[in-house]
């Protein structure tokens, strides 16, 4: 396990939710500097992710041991070579956390007699709900700390935006001022890749594509808002004790997923629904020419380029300081509701056992509401950069 993970997963279990990285203020003139500020901005994402991937594995783990406890207190209580085993099950649970395993279990020595046994194996499922529910805690954290994270992220497209936008002008500004006839081809692989549908690009169809790519964005908006109402409702029914598990789960998944299009993007991306039941940004016709060689747009076409650019700036902003923001308070609500259930239950039997299928789905839901919006804005930023650097080369061909 690398420090930084470990840090992580030690931030987690022990503190609430603070900043990641917080970002740099200043205004960005130049694409290739906005992009790897953004590609920055995700690794705390992945990281943030990992770290609730092992606290929820180390869960499952250690819930599996309470209930084979409880098993063995309604038989009058583990023996001491059964006390040895749960021991080194918990060790292995926990053992990629920072966590003191003899802080939860008791030595062996305490299952002594048939009264000794009972009341010892009562006392060792006391130390198993405290690890569960200091796993809860890291899970919890975890979850808003891996929505701080994409947040953090997001907002580096909102200011990141201004930059695009300054290039979509830049590019309209630079069009307006060109004179002459364009002569010969060039190279627009680069805008190909980013833009092609079907495995073909057309360089007249630049300022289309963008357009695609606008209208992309608006259903992804509404994707965002489907699962902000859907986390109520899942909220509510969890609470209520109707929640049916994969059933409810997977139809949020689903109004997620069919508010967003249904058709090929430019760059042959498409949507796809992941492992989790999440919505995920996908390429589904990748470009087979190696190379791709174009006449100039007009001038009139290149400067829809531009306008088009402005368009994806404009999304972006959007997106990223009102969409998503609504969204991640009605993640922090959702991972708040399930807290207090989880505080009510104490991690007993009976109680665990009603909300225990809602609440392992807490960030599975967290996952399916994040949706594809963080990758779709890369993808838009993405094919902006493209676009502008073919615009540019377009202008050269002018003569």
């Given at each position: 396990?690398?420090n930084?993970?470990?840090?992580?997963?030690?931030?987690?279990?022990?503190?609430?939710?603070?900043?990641?990285?917080?970002?740099t203020?200043?205004?960005?003139?130049?694409l290739?500097?906005?992009?790897?500020?953004?590609?920055?901005?995700?690794?705390p994402?992945?990281?943030?992710?990992?770290?609730?991937?092992?606290?929820?594995?180390?869960?499952?783990?250690?819930?599996?041991?309470r209930s084979?406890?409880?098993?063995y207190?309604e038989?009058?209580?583990?023996?001491?070579?059964?006390?040895?085993?749960?021991k080194?099950?918990?060790?292995?649970a926990?053992?990629?956390?920072?966590?003191?395993?003899?802080?939860?279990?008791?030595?062996?020595?305490?299952?002594?007699?048939?009264?000794?046994k009972l009341?010892a194996?009562?006392?060792?499922?006391?130390?198993?709900?405290?690890?569960?529910?200091k796993?809860?805690e890291?899970?919890?954290?975890?979850?808003?700390?891996?929505w701080a994270a994409?947040v953090?992220?997001?907002?580096?497209?909102?200011?990141?935006?201004?930059?695009?936008?300054?290039a979509?002008?830049?590019?309209v500004?630079?069009?307006?001022?060109?004179k002459?006839?364009?002569e010969?081809?060039?190279d627009?692989?680069a805008?190909?890749?980013a833009?092609?549908?079907?495995?073909?690009?057309?360089?007249?169809?630049v300022?289309?594509?963008l357009?695609?790519?606008v209208a992309?964005?608006v259903?992804v908006t509404?994707?965002?808002?489907?699962?902000?109402?859907?986390?109520?409702?899942l909220?509510?029914k969890?609470?209520?004790?109707h929640?049916e598990g994969d059933?409810?789960?997977?139809a949020f998944?689903?109004?997620?997923?069919?508010?967003?299009?249904?058709?090929?993007?430019?760059?042959?991306?498409?949507f796809?629904?992941?492992?989790s039941?999440?919505?995920v940004?996908?390429?589904?016709?990748?470009?087979?020419?190696?190379k791709?060689?174009v006449?100039?747009?007009?001038?009139?076409?290149?400067?829809?380029?531009?306008?088009?650019?402005v368009?994806?700036g404009?999304?972006?902003?959007?997106?990223s300081?009102?969409t998503?923001?609504?969204?991640?308070?009605s993640?922090?609500?959702?991972?708040?509701?399930?807290?207090?259930?989880?505080?009510k239950?104490?991690?007993?039997?009976?109680e665990?056992?009603?909300?225990?299928?809602?609440?392992?789905?807490?960030?599975?839901?967290?996952?399916i509401?994040?949706g594809?919006?963080?990758?779709y804005?890369?993808?838009?930023?993405?094919?902006?950069?493209?676009a502008?650097?073919?615009?540019?080369?377009?202008?050269?061909?002018?003569?």
């Amino acid at each position: 396990m690398s420090n930084a993970l470990r840090n992580a997963l030690m931030s987690s279990l022990e503190s609430e939710v603070e900043q990641i990285n917080p970002l740099t203020d200043h205004q960005e003139t130049n694409l290739d500097e906005v992009l790897l500020e953004i590609n920055e901005a995700a690794e705390p994402v992945a990281q943030a992710e990992e770290v609730v991937e092992v606290l929820e594995t180390a869960e499952a783990s250690v819930e599996s041991l309470r209930s084979s406890l409880e098993g063995y207190i309604e038989q009058g209580g583990m023996s001491p070579q059964t006390a040895t085993a749960h021991k080194v099950a918990m060790q292995i649970a926990l053992q990629k956390l920072p966590l003191d395993v003899d802080k939860f279990t008791l030595s062996t020595e305490s299952f002594g007699g048939d009264m000794d046994k009972l009341v010892a194996s009562q006392e060792a499922l006391e130390g198993v709900k405290e690890a569960l529910a200091k796993l809860w805690e890291g899970i919890k954290n975890a979850v808003k700390k891996a929505w701080a994270a994409v947040v953090n992220f997001i907002t580096t497209f909102g200011k990141s935006a201004r930059a695009i936008k300054a290039a979509g002008q830049d590019l309209v500004k630079r069009a307006a001022a060109t004179k002459g006839k364009a002569e010969g081809e060039f190279d627009a692989t680069a805008a190909a890749k980013a833009l092609h549908v079907g495995n073909k690009f057309d360089g007249n169809m630049v300022g289309a594509r963008l357009k695609e790519v606008v209208a992309g964005g608006v259903a992804v908006t509404a994707s965002a808002q489907a699962a902000e109402a859907g986390l109520k409702e899942l909220a509510g029914k969890i609470a209520s004790g109707h929640y049916e598990g994969d059933a409810d789960r997977h139809a949020f998944a689903d109004k997620v997923f069919k508010a967003l299009p249904d058709k090929e993007l430019p760059g042959g991306k498409g949507f796809e629904v992941g492992k989790s039941g999440e919505s995920v940004l996908t390429t589904v016709t990748p470009l087979n020419i190696t190379k791709v060689e174009v006449a100039a747009p007009s001038i009139e076409q290149i400067k829809q380029i531009g306008q088009g650019i402005v368009a994806v700036g404009d999304w972006l902003e959007k997106y990223s300081n009102g969409t998503f923001k609504a969204l991640q308070k009605s993640v922090d609500q959702f991972v708040a509701d399930q807290d207090k259930l989880v505080k009510k239950a104490g991690f007993s039997k009976e109680e665990t056992e009603k909300t225990r299928a809602g609440l392992k789905d807490v960030t599975k839901a967290s996952a399916i509401a994040k949706g594809a919006g963080p990758a779709y804005l890369s993808y838009a930023a993405n094919t902006a950069k493209a676009a502008y650097g073919f615009g540019k080369k377009a202008l050269a061909q002018y003569k």
